[in-house]
């Protein structure tokens, strides 16, 4: 048994090193033919370009320019690129080695001929192109090659060259607010210092602020007389127009604006006056006696406030028989106007009397209306409304009144004068007063 497994092992050994020995052999042959092949093929291309001339290689002459030797070198490249199908990477080697040798030559010709100040415009000349490339490509990103801005001008050429155009849009706008704000606050000065005017020329019982110098193409307009029917149109109009604002119109700045409204025949000649005053100043047991009317109304009472008796305080006031037949129109229409004035509105004090001057005669006014506000307890305010007038101002009333006369329908003693409520002085001060 020993001399069989010997005889095994002597035969495995022997043919792992007999496929080893041919194993090595077979590489060494195989590299050295690579290196032949390599060593000859090497040989053979130095052999070729030391043979052939750069001319040669690319198929070109001597005489030919570089522009159509480089153009002949770009056919070649394209042809022999090892991506082509036929491309050959010796052949395409060969050629590359075959240009960068004539372009040298080329470029030691030219710079054999360069002279410096023709280099230098040369070069001056190719910059200011590639900015004027550079500007251009610029404005057609910007702007697009049909919307490029012509530039005929300084003026324009300046605003081009520091980007004015967002500038000048921002001052312009920033101007034209500027303008509408002045003009804004103009009007409102204007009709700050028109109101002022009216309030003080209200105080003082003067009329309407009007022109005092007529220009000459105006007196010539209107230096014919009026027609009595365009007068009478345009009063109609008036009136019309006047009752449409009474339809409208809740509330009233002041009784100036009321009458203008209610009273338009009679506002330039009227004035209406209010004072406020403590109910210290006068004697409240008087106020029966000397007011031809009095009510009585609570402001926080629902139902029973002025509002709800306002019209009966109307109809009361204009079924009265005064002795002045202008009381009659004038007394409904201011009861009314303390209604529609929040300013002068007898919610806010105790009493709220109501007196008529008669401006044709000399004398206190009389008192026509007393309205008590129950709201307030012993004390409290007084506010005194005084309107002017005159019997020319209602002359249809007059008329009426000398009808019921003659008539017998009314006697002269049922006509109602009001009484003249006694006031104490009012620059007197309440702590110096006896209360």
Same mark, same amino acid.
């Given at each position: 048994m020993p001399d069989v497994y010997s005889y095994y092992y002597y035969y495995y050994y022997y043919y792992c090193y007999y496929f080893f020995f041919l194993g090595e052999m077979y590489c060494r042959s195989m590299i050295l033919r690579m290196a032949?092949?390599?060593?000859?093929?090497?040989?053979?291309?130095?052999?070729?370009?030391?043979?052939?001339?750069?001319?040669?290689?690319?198929?070109?002459?001597?005489?030919?320019?570089?522009?159509?030797?480089?153009?002949?070198?770009?056919?070649?490249?394209?042809?022999?690129?090892p991506d082509m199908p036929h491309g050959d990477p010796a052949r395409f080697r060969d050629i590359n080695a075959a240009y960068?040798?004539?372009?040298?030559?080329?470029?030691?010709?030219?710079?054999?001929?360069?002279?410096?100040?023709?280099?230098r415009a040369e070069r001056c000349r190719r910059n200011g192109d590639y900015q004027s490339d550079g500007r251009a490509r610029y404005e057609d990103n910007r702007y697009g090659p049909a919307e490029r801005?012509?530039?005929?001008?300084?003026?324009?050429? $300046?605003?081009?060259?520091?980007?004015?155009?967002?500038?000048?849009i921002v001052i312009g706008a920033a101007v034209a607010v500027l303008i509408v704000a002045m003009e804004r606050y103009l009007l409102v000065r204007?009709?700050?210092?028109? &109101?002022?005017?009216?309030?003080?020329?209200?105080?003082?019982?003067?009329?309407?602020?009007?022109?005092?110098?007529?220009?000459?193409?105006?007196?010539? &307009?209107?230096?014919?007389?009026?027609?009595?029917?365009?007068?009478e149109i345009d009063k109609a109009m008036v009136k019309e127009?006047?009752?449409?604002?009474?339809?409208?119109?809740?509330?009233?700045?002041?009784?100036?604006?009321?009458?203008?409204?209610?009273?338009?025949?009679?506002?330039?000649?009227?004035?209406?006056?209010?004072?406020?005053?403590? $109910?210290?100043?006068?004697?409240?047991?008087?106020i029966p006696a000397r007011c031809t009317h009095v009510w009585e109304f609570n402001s926080e009472v629902k139902?029973?406030?002025?509002?709800?008796?306002?019209?009966?305080?109307?109809?009361a006031l204009a079924a009265t028989s005064w002795a002045t037949p202008d009381v009659q129109h004038i007394a409904p229409l201011v009861a009314r106007g303390l209604?529609?004035?929040?300013?002068?509105?007898?919610?806010?004090?105790?009493?709220?009397?109501?007196?008529?001057?008669?401006?044709?005669?000399?004398?206190?006014?009389?008192?026509?209306?007393?309205?008590?506000?129950?709201?307030?307890?012993?004390?409290?305010?007084?506010?005194?409304?005084?309107?002017t007038g005159s019997n020319s101002l209602s002359p249809q009333l007059v008329i009426k009144q000398k009808a019921d006369l003659k008539s017998g329908a009314i006697s002269a003693r049922s006509l109602v004068h009001g009484g003249v409520l006694p006031v104490k002085d009012l620059s007197i001060p309440l702590e110096q007063m006896k209360l």
């Open positions: 032949a092949s390599s060593s000859s093929s090497t040989d053979a291309r130095s052999n070729y370009t030391r043979s052939t001339s750069p001319y040669e290689v690319l198929g070109v002459t001597a005489s030919m320019s570089f522009d159509e030797i480089k153009a002949r070198y770009h056919e070649l490249t394209r042809y022999y690129h960068r040798v004539l372009r040298a030559a080329e470029r030691e010709k030219k710079s054999e001929k360069i002279d410096p100040r023709v280099f801005p012509q530039r005929h001008g300084l003026l324009r050429e $300046i605003l081009w060259l520091y980007e004015c155009y967002e500038l000048a204007r009709m700050t210092l028109e &109101k002022r005017a009216r309030i003080r020329a209200m105080d003082e019982g003067l009329p309407p602020s009007m022109p005092l110098v007529l220009e000459d193409g105006m007196l010539q &307009k209107y230096n014919a007389p009026v027609p009595k029917e365009e007068i127009e006047a009752y449409h604002r009474r339809a409208t119109q809740r509330r009233f700045e002041d009784f100036r604006e009321f009458l203008f409204v209610y009273d338009p025949d009679g506002v330039s000649s009227r004035r209406v006056t209010s004072k406020r005053f403590s $109910i210290q100043y006068i004697d409240e047991a008087l139902n029973k406030q002025y509002d709800s008796i306002v019209n009966g305080v109307v109809e209604a529609t004035i929040p300013m002068n509105s007898p919610e806010t004090a105790k009493w709220t009397f109501v007196e008529y001057k008669d401006i044709e005669k000399k004398g206190e006014p009389a008192c026509v209306l007393a309205l008590k506000n129950n709201r307030f307890g012993r004390l409290g305010m007084c506010q005194r409304v005084t309107v």
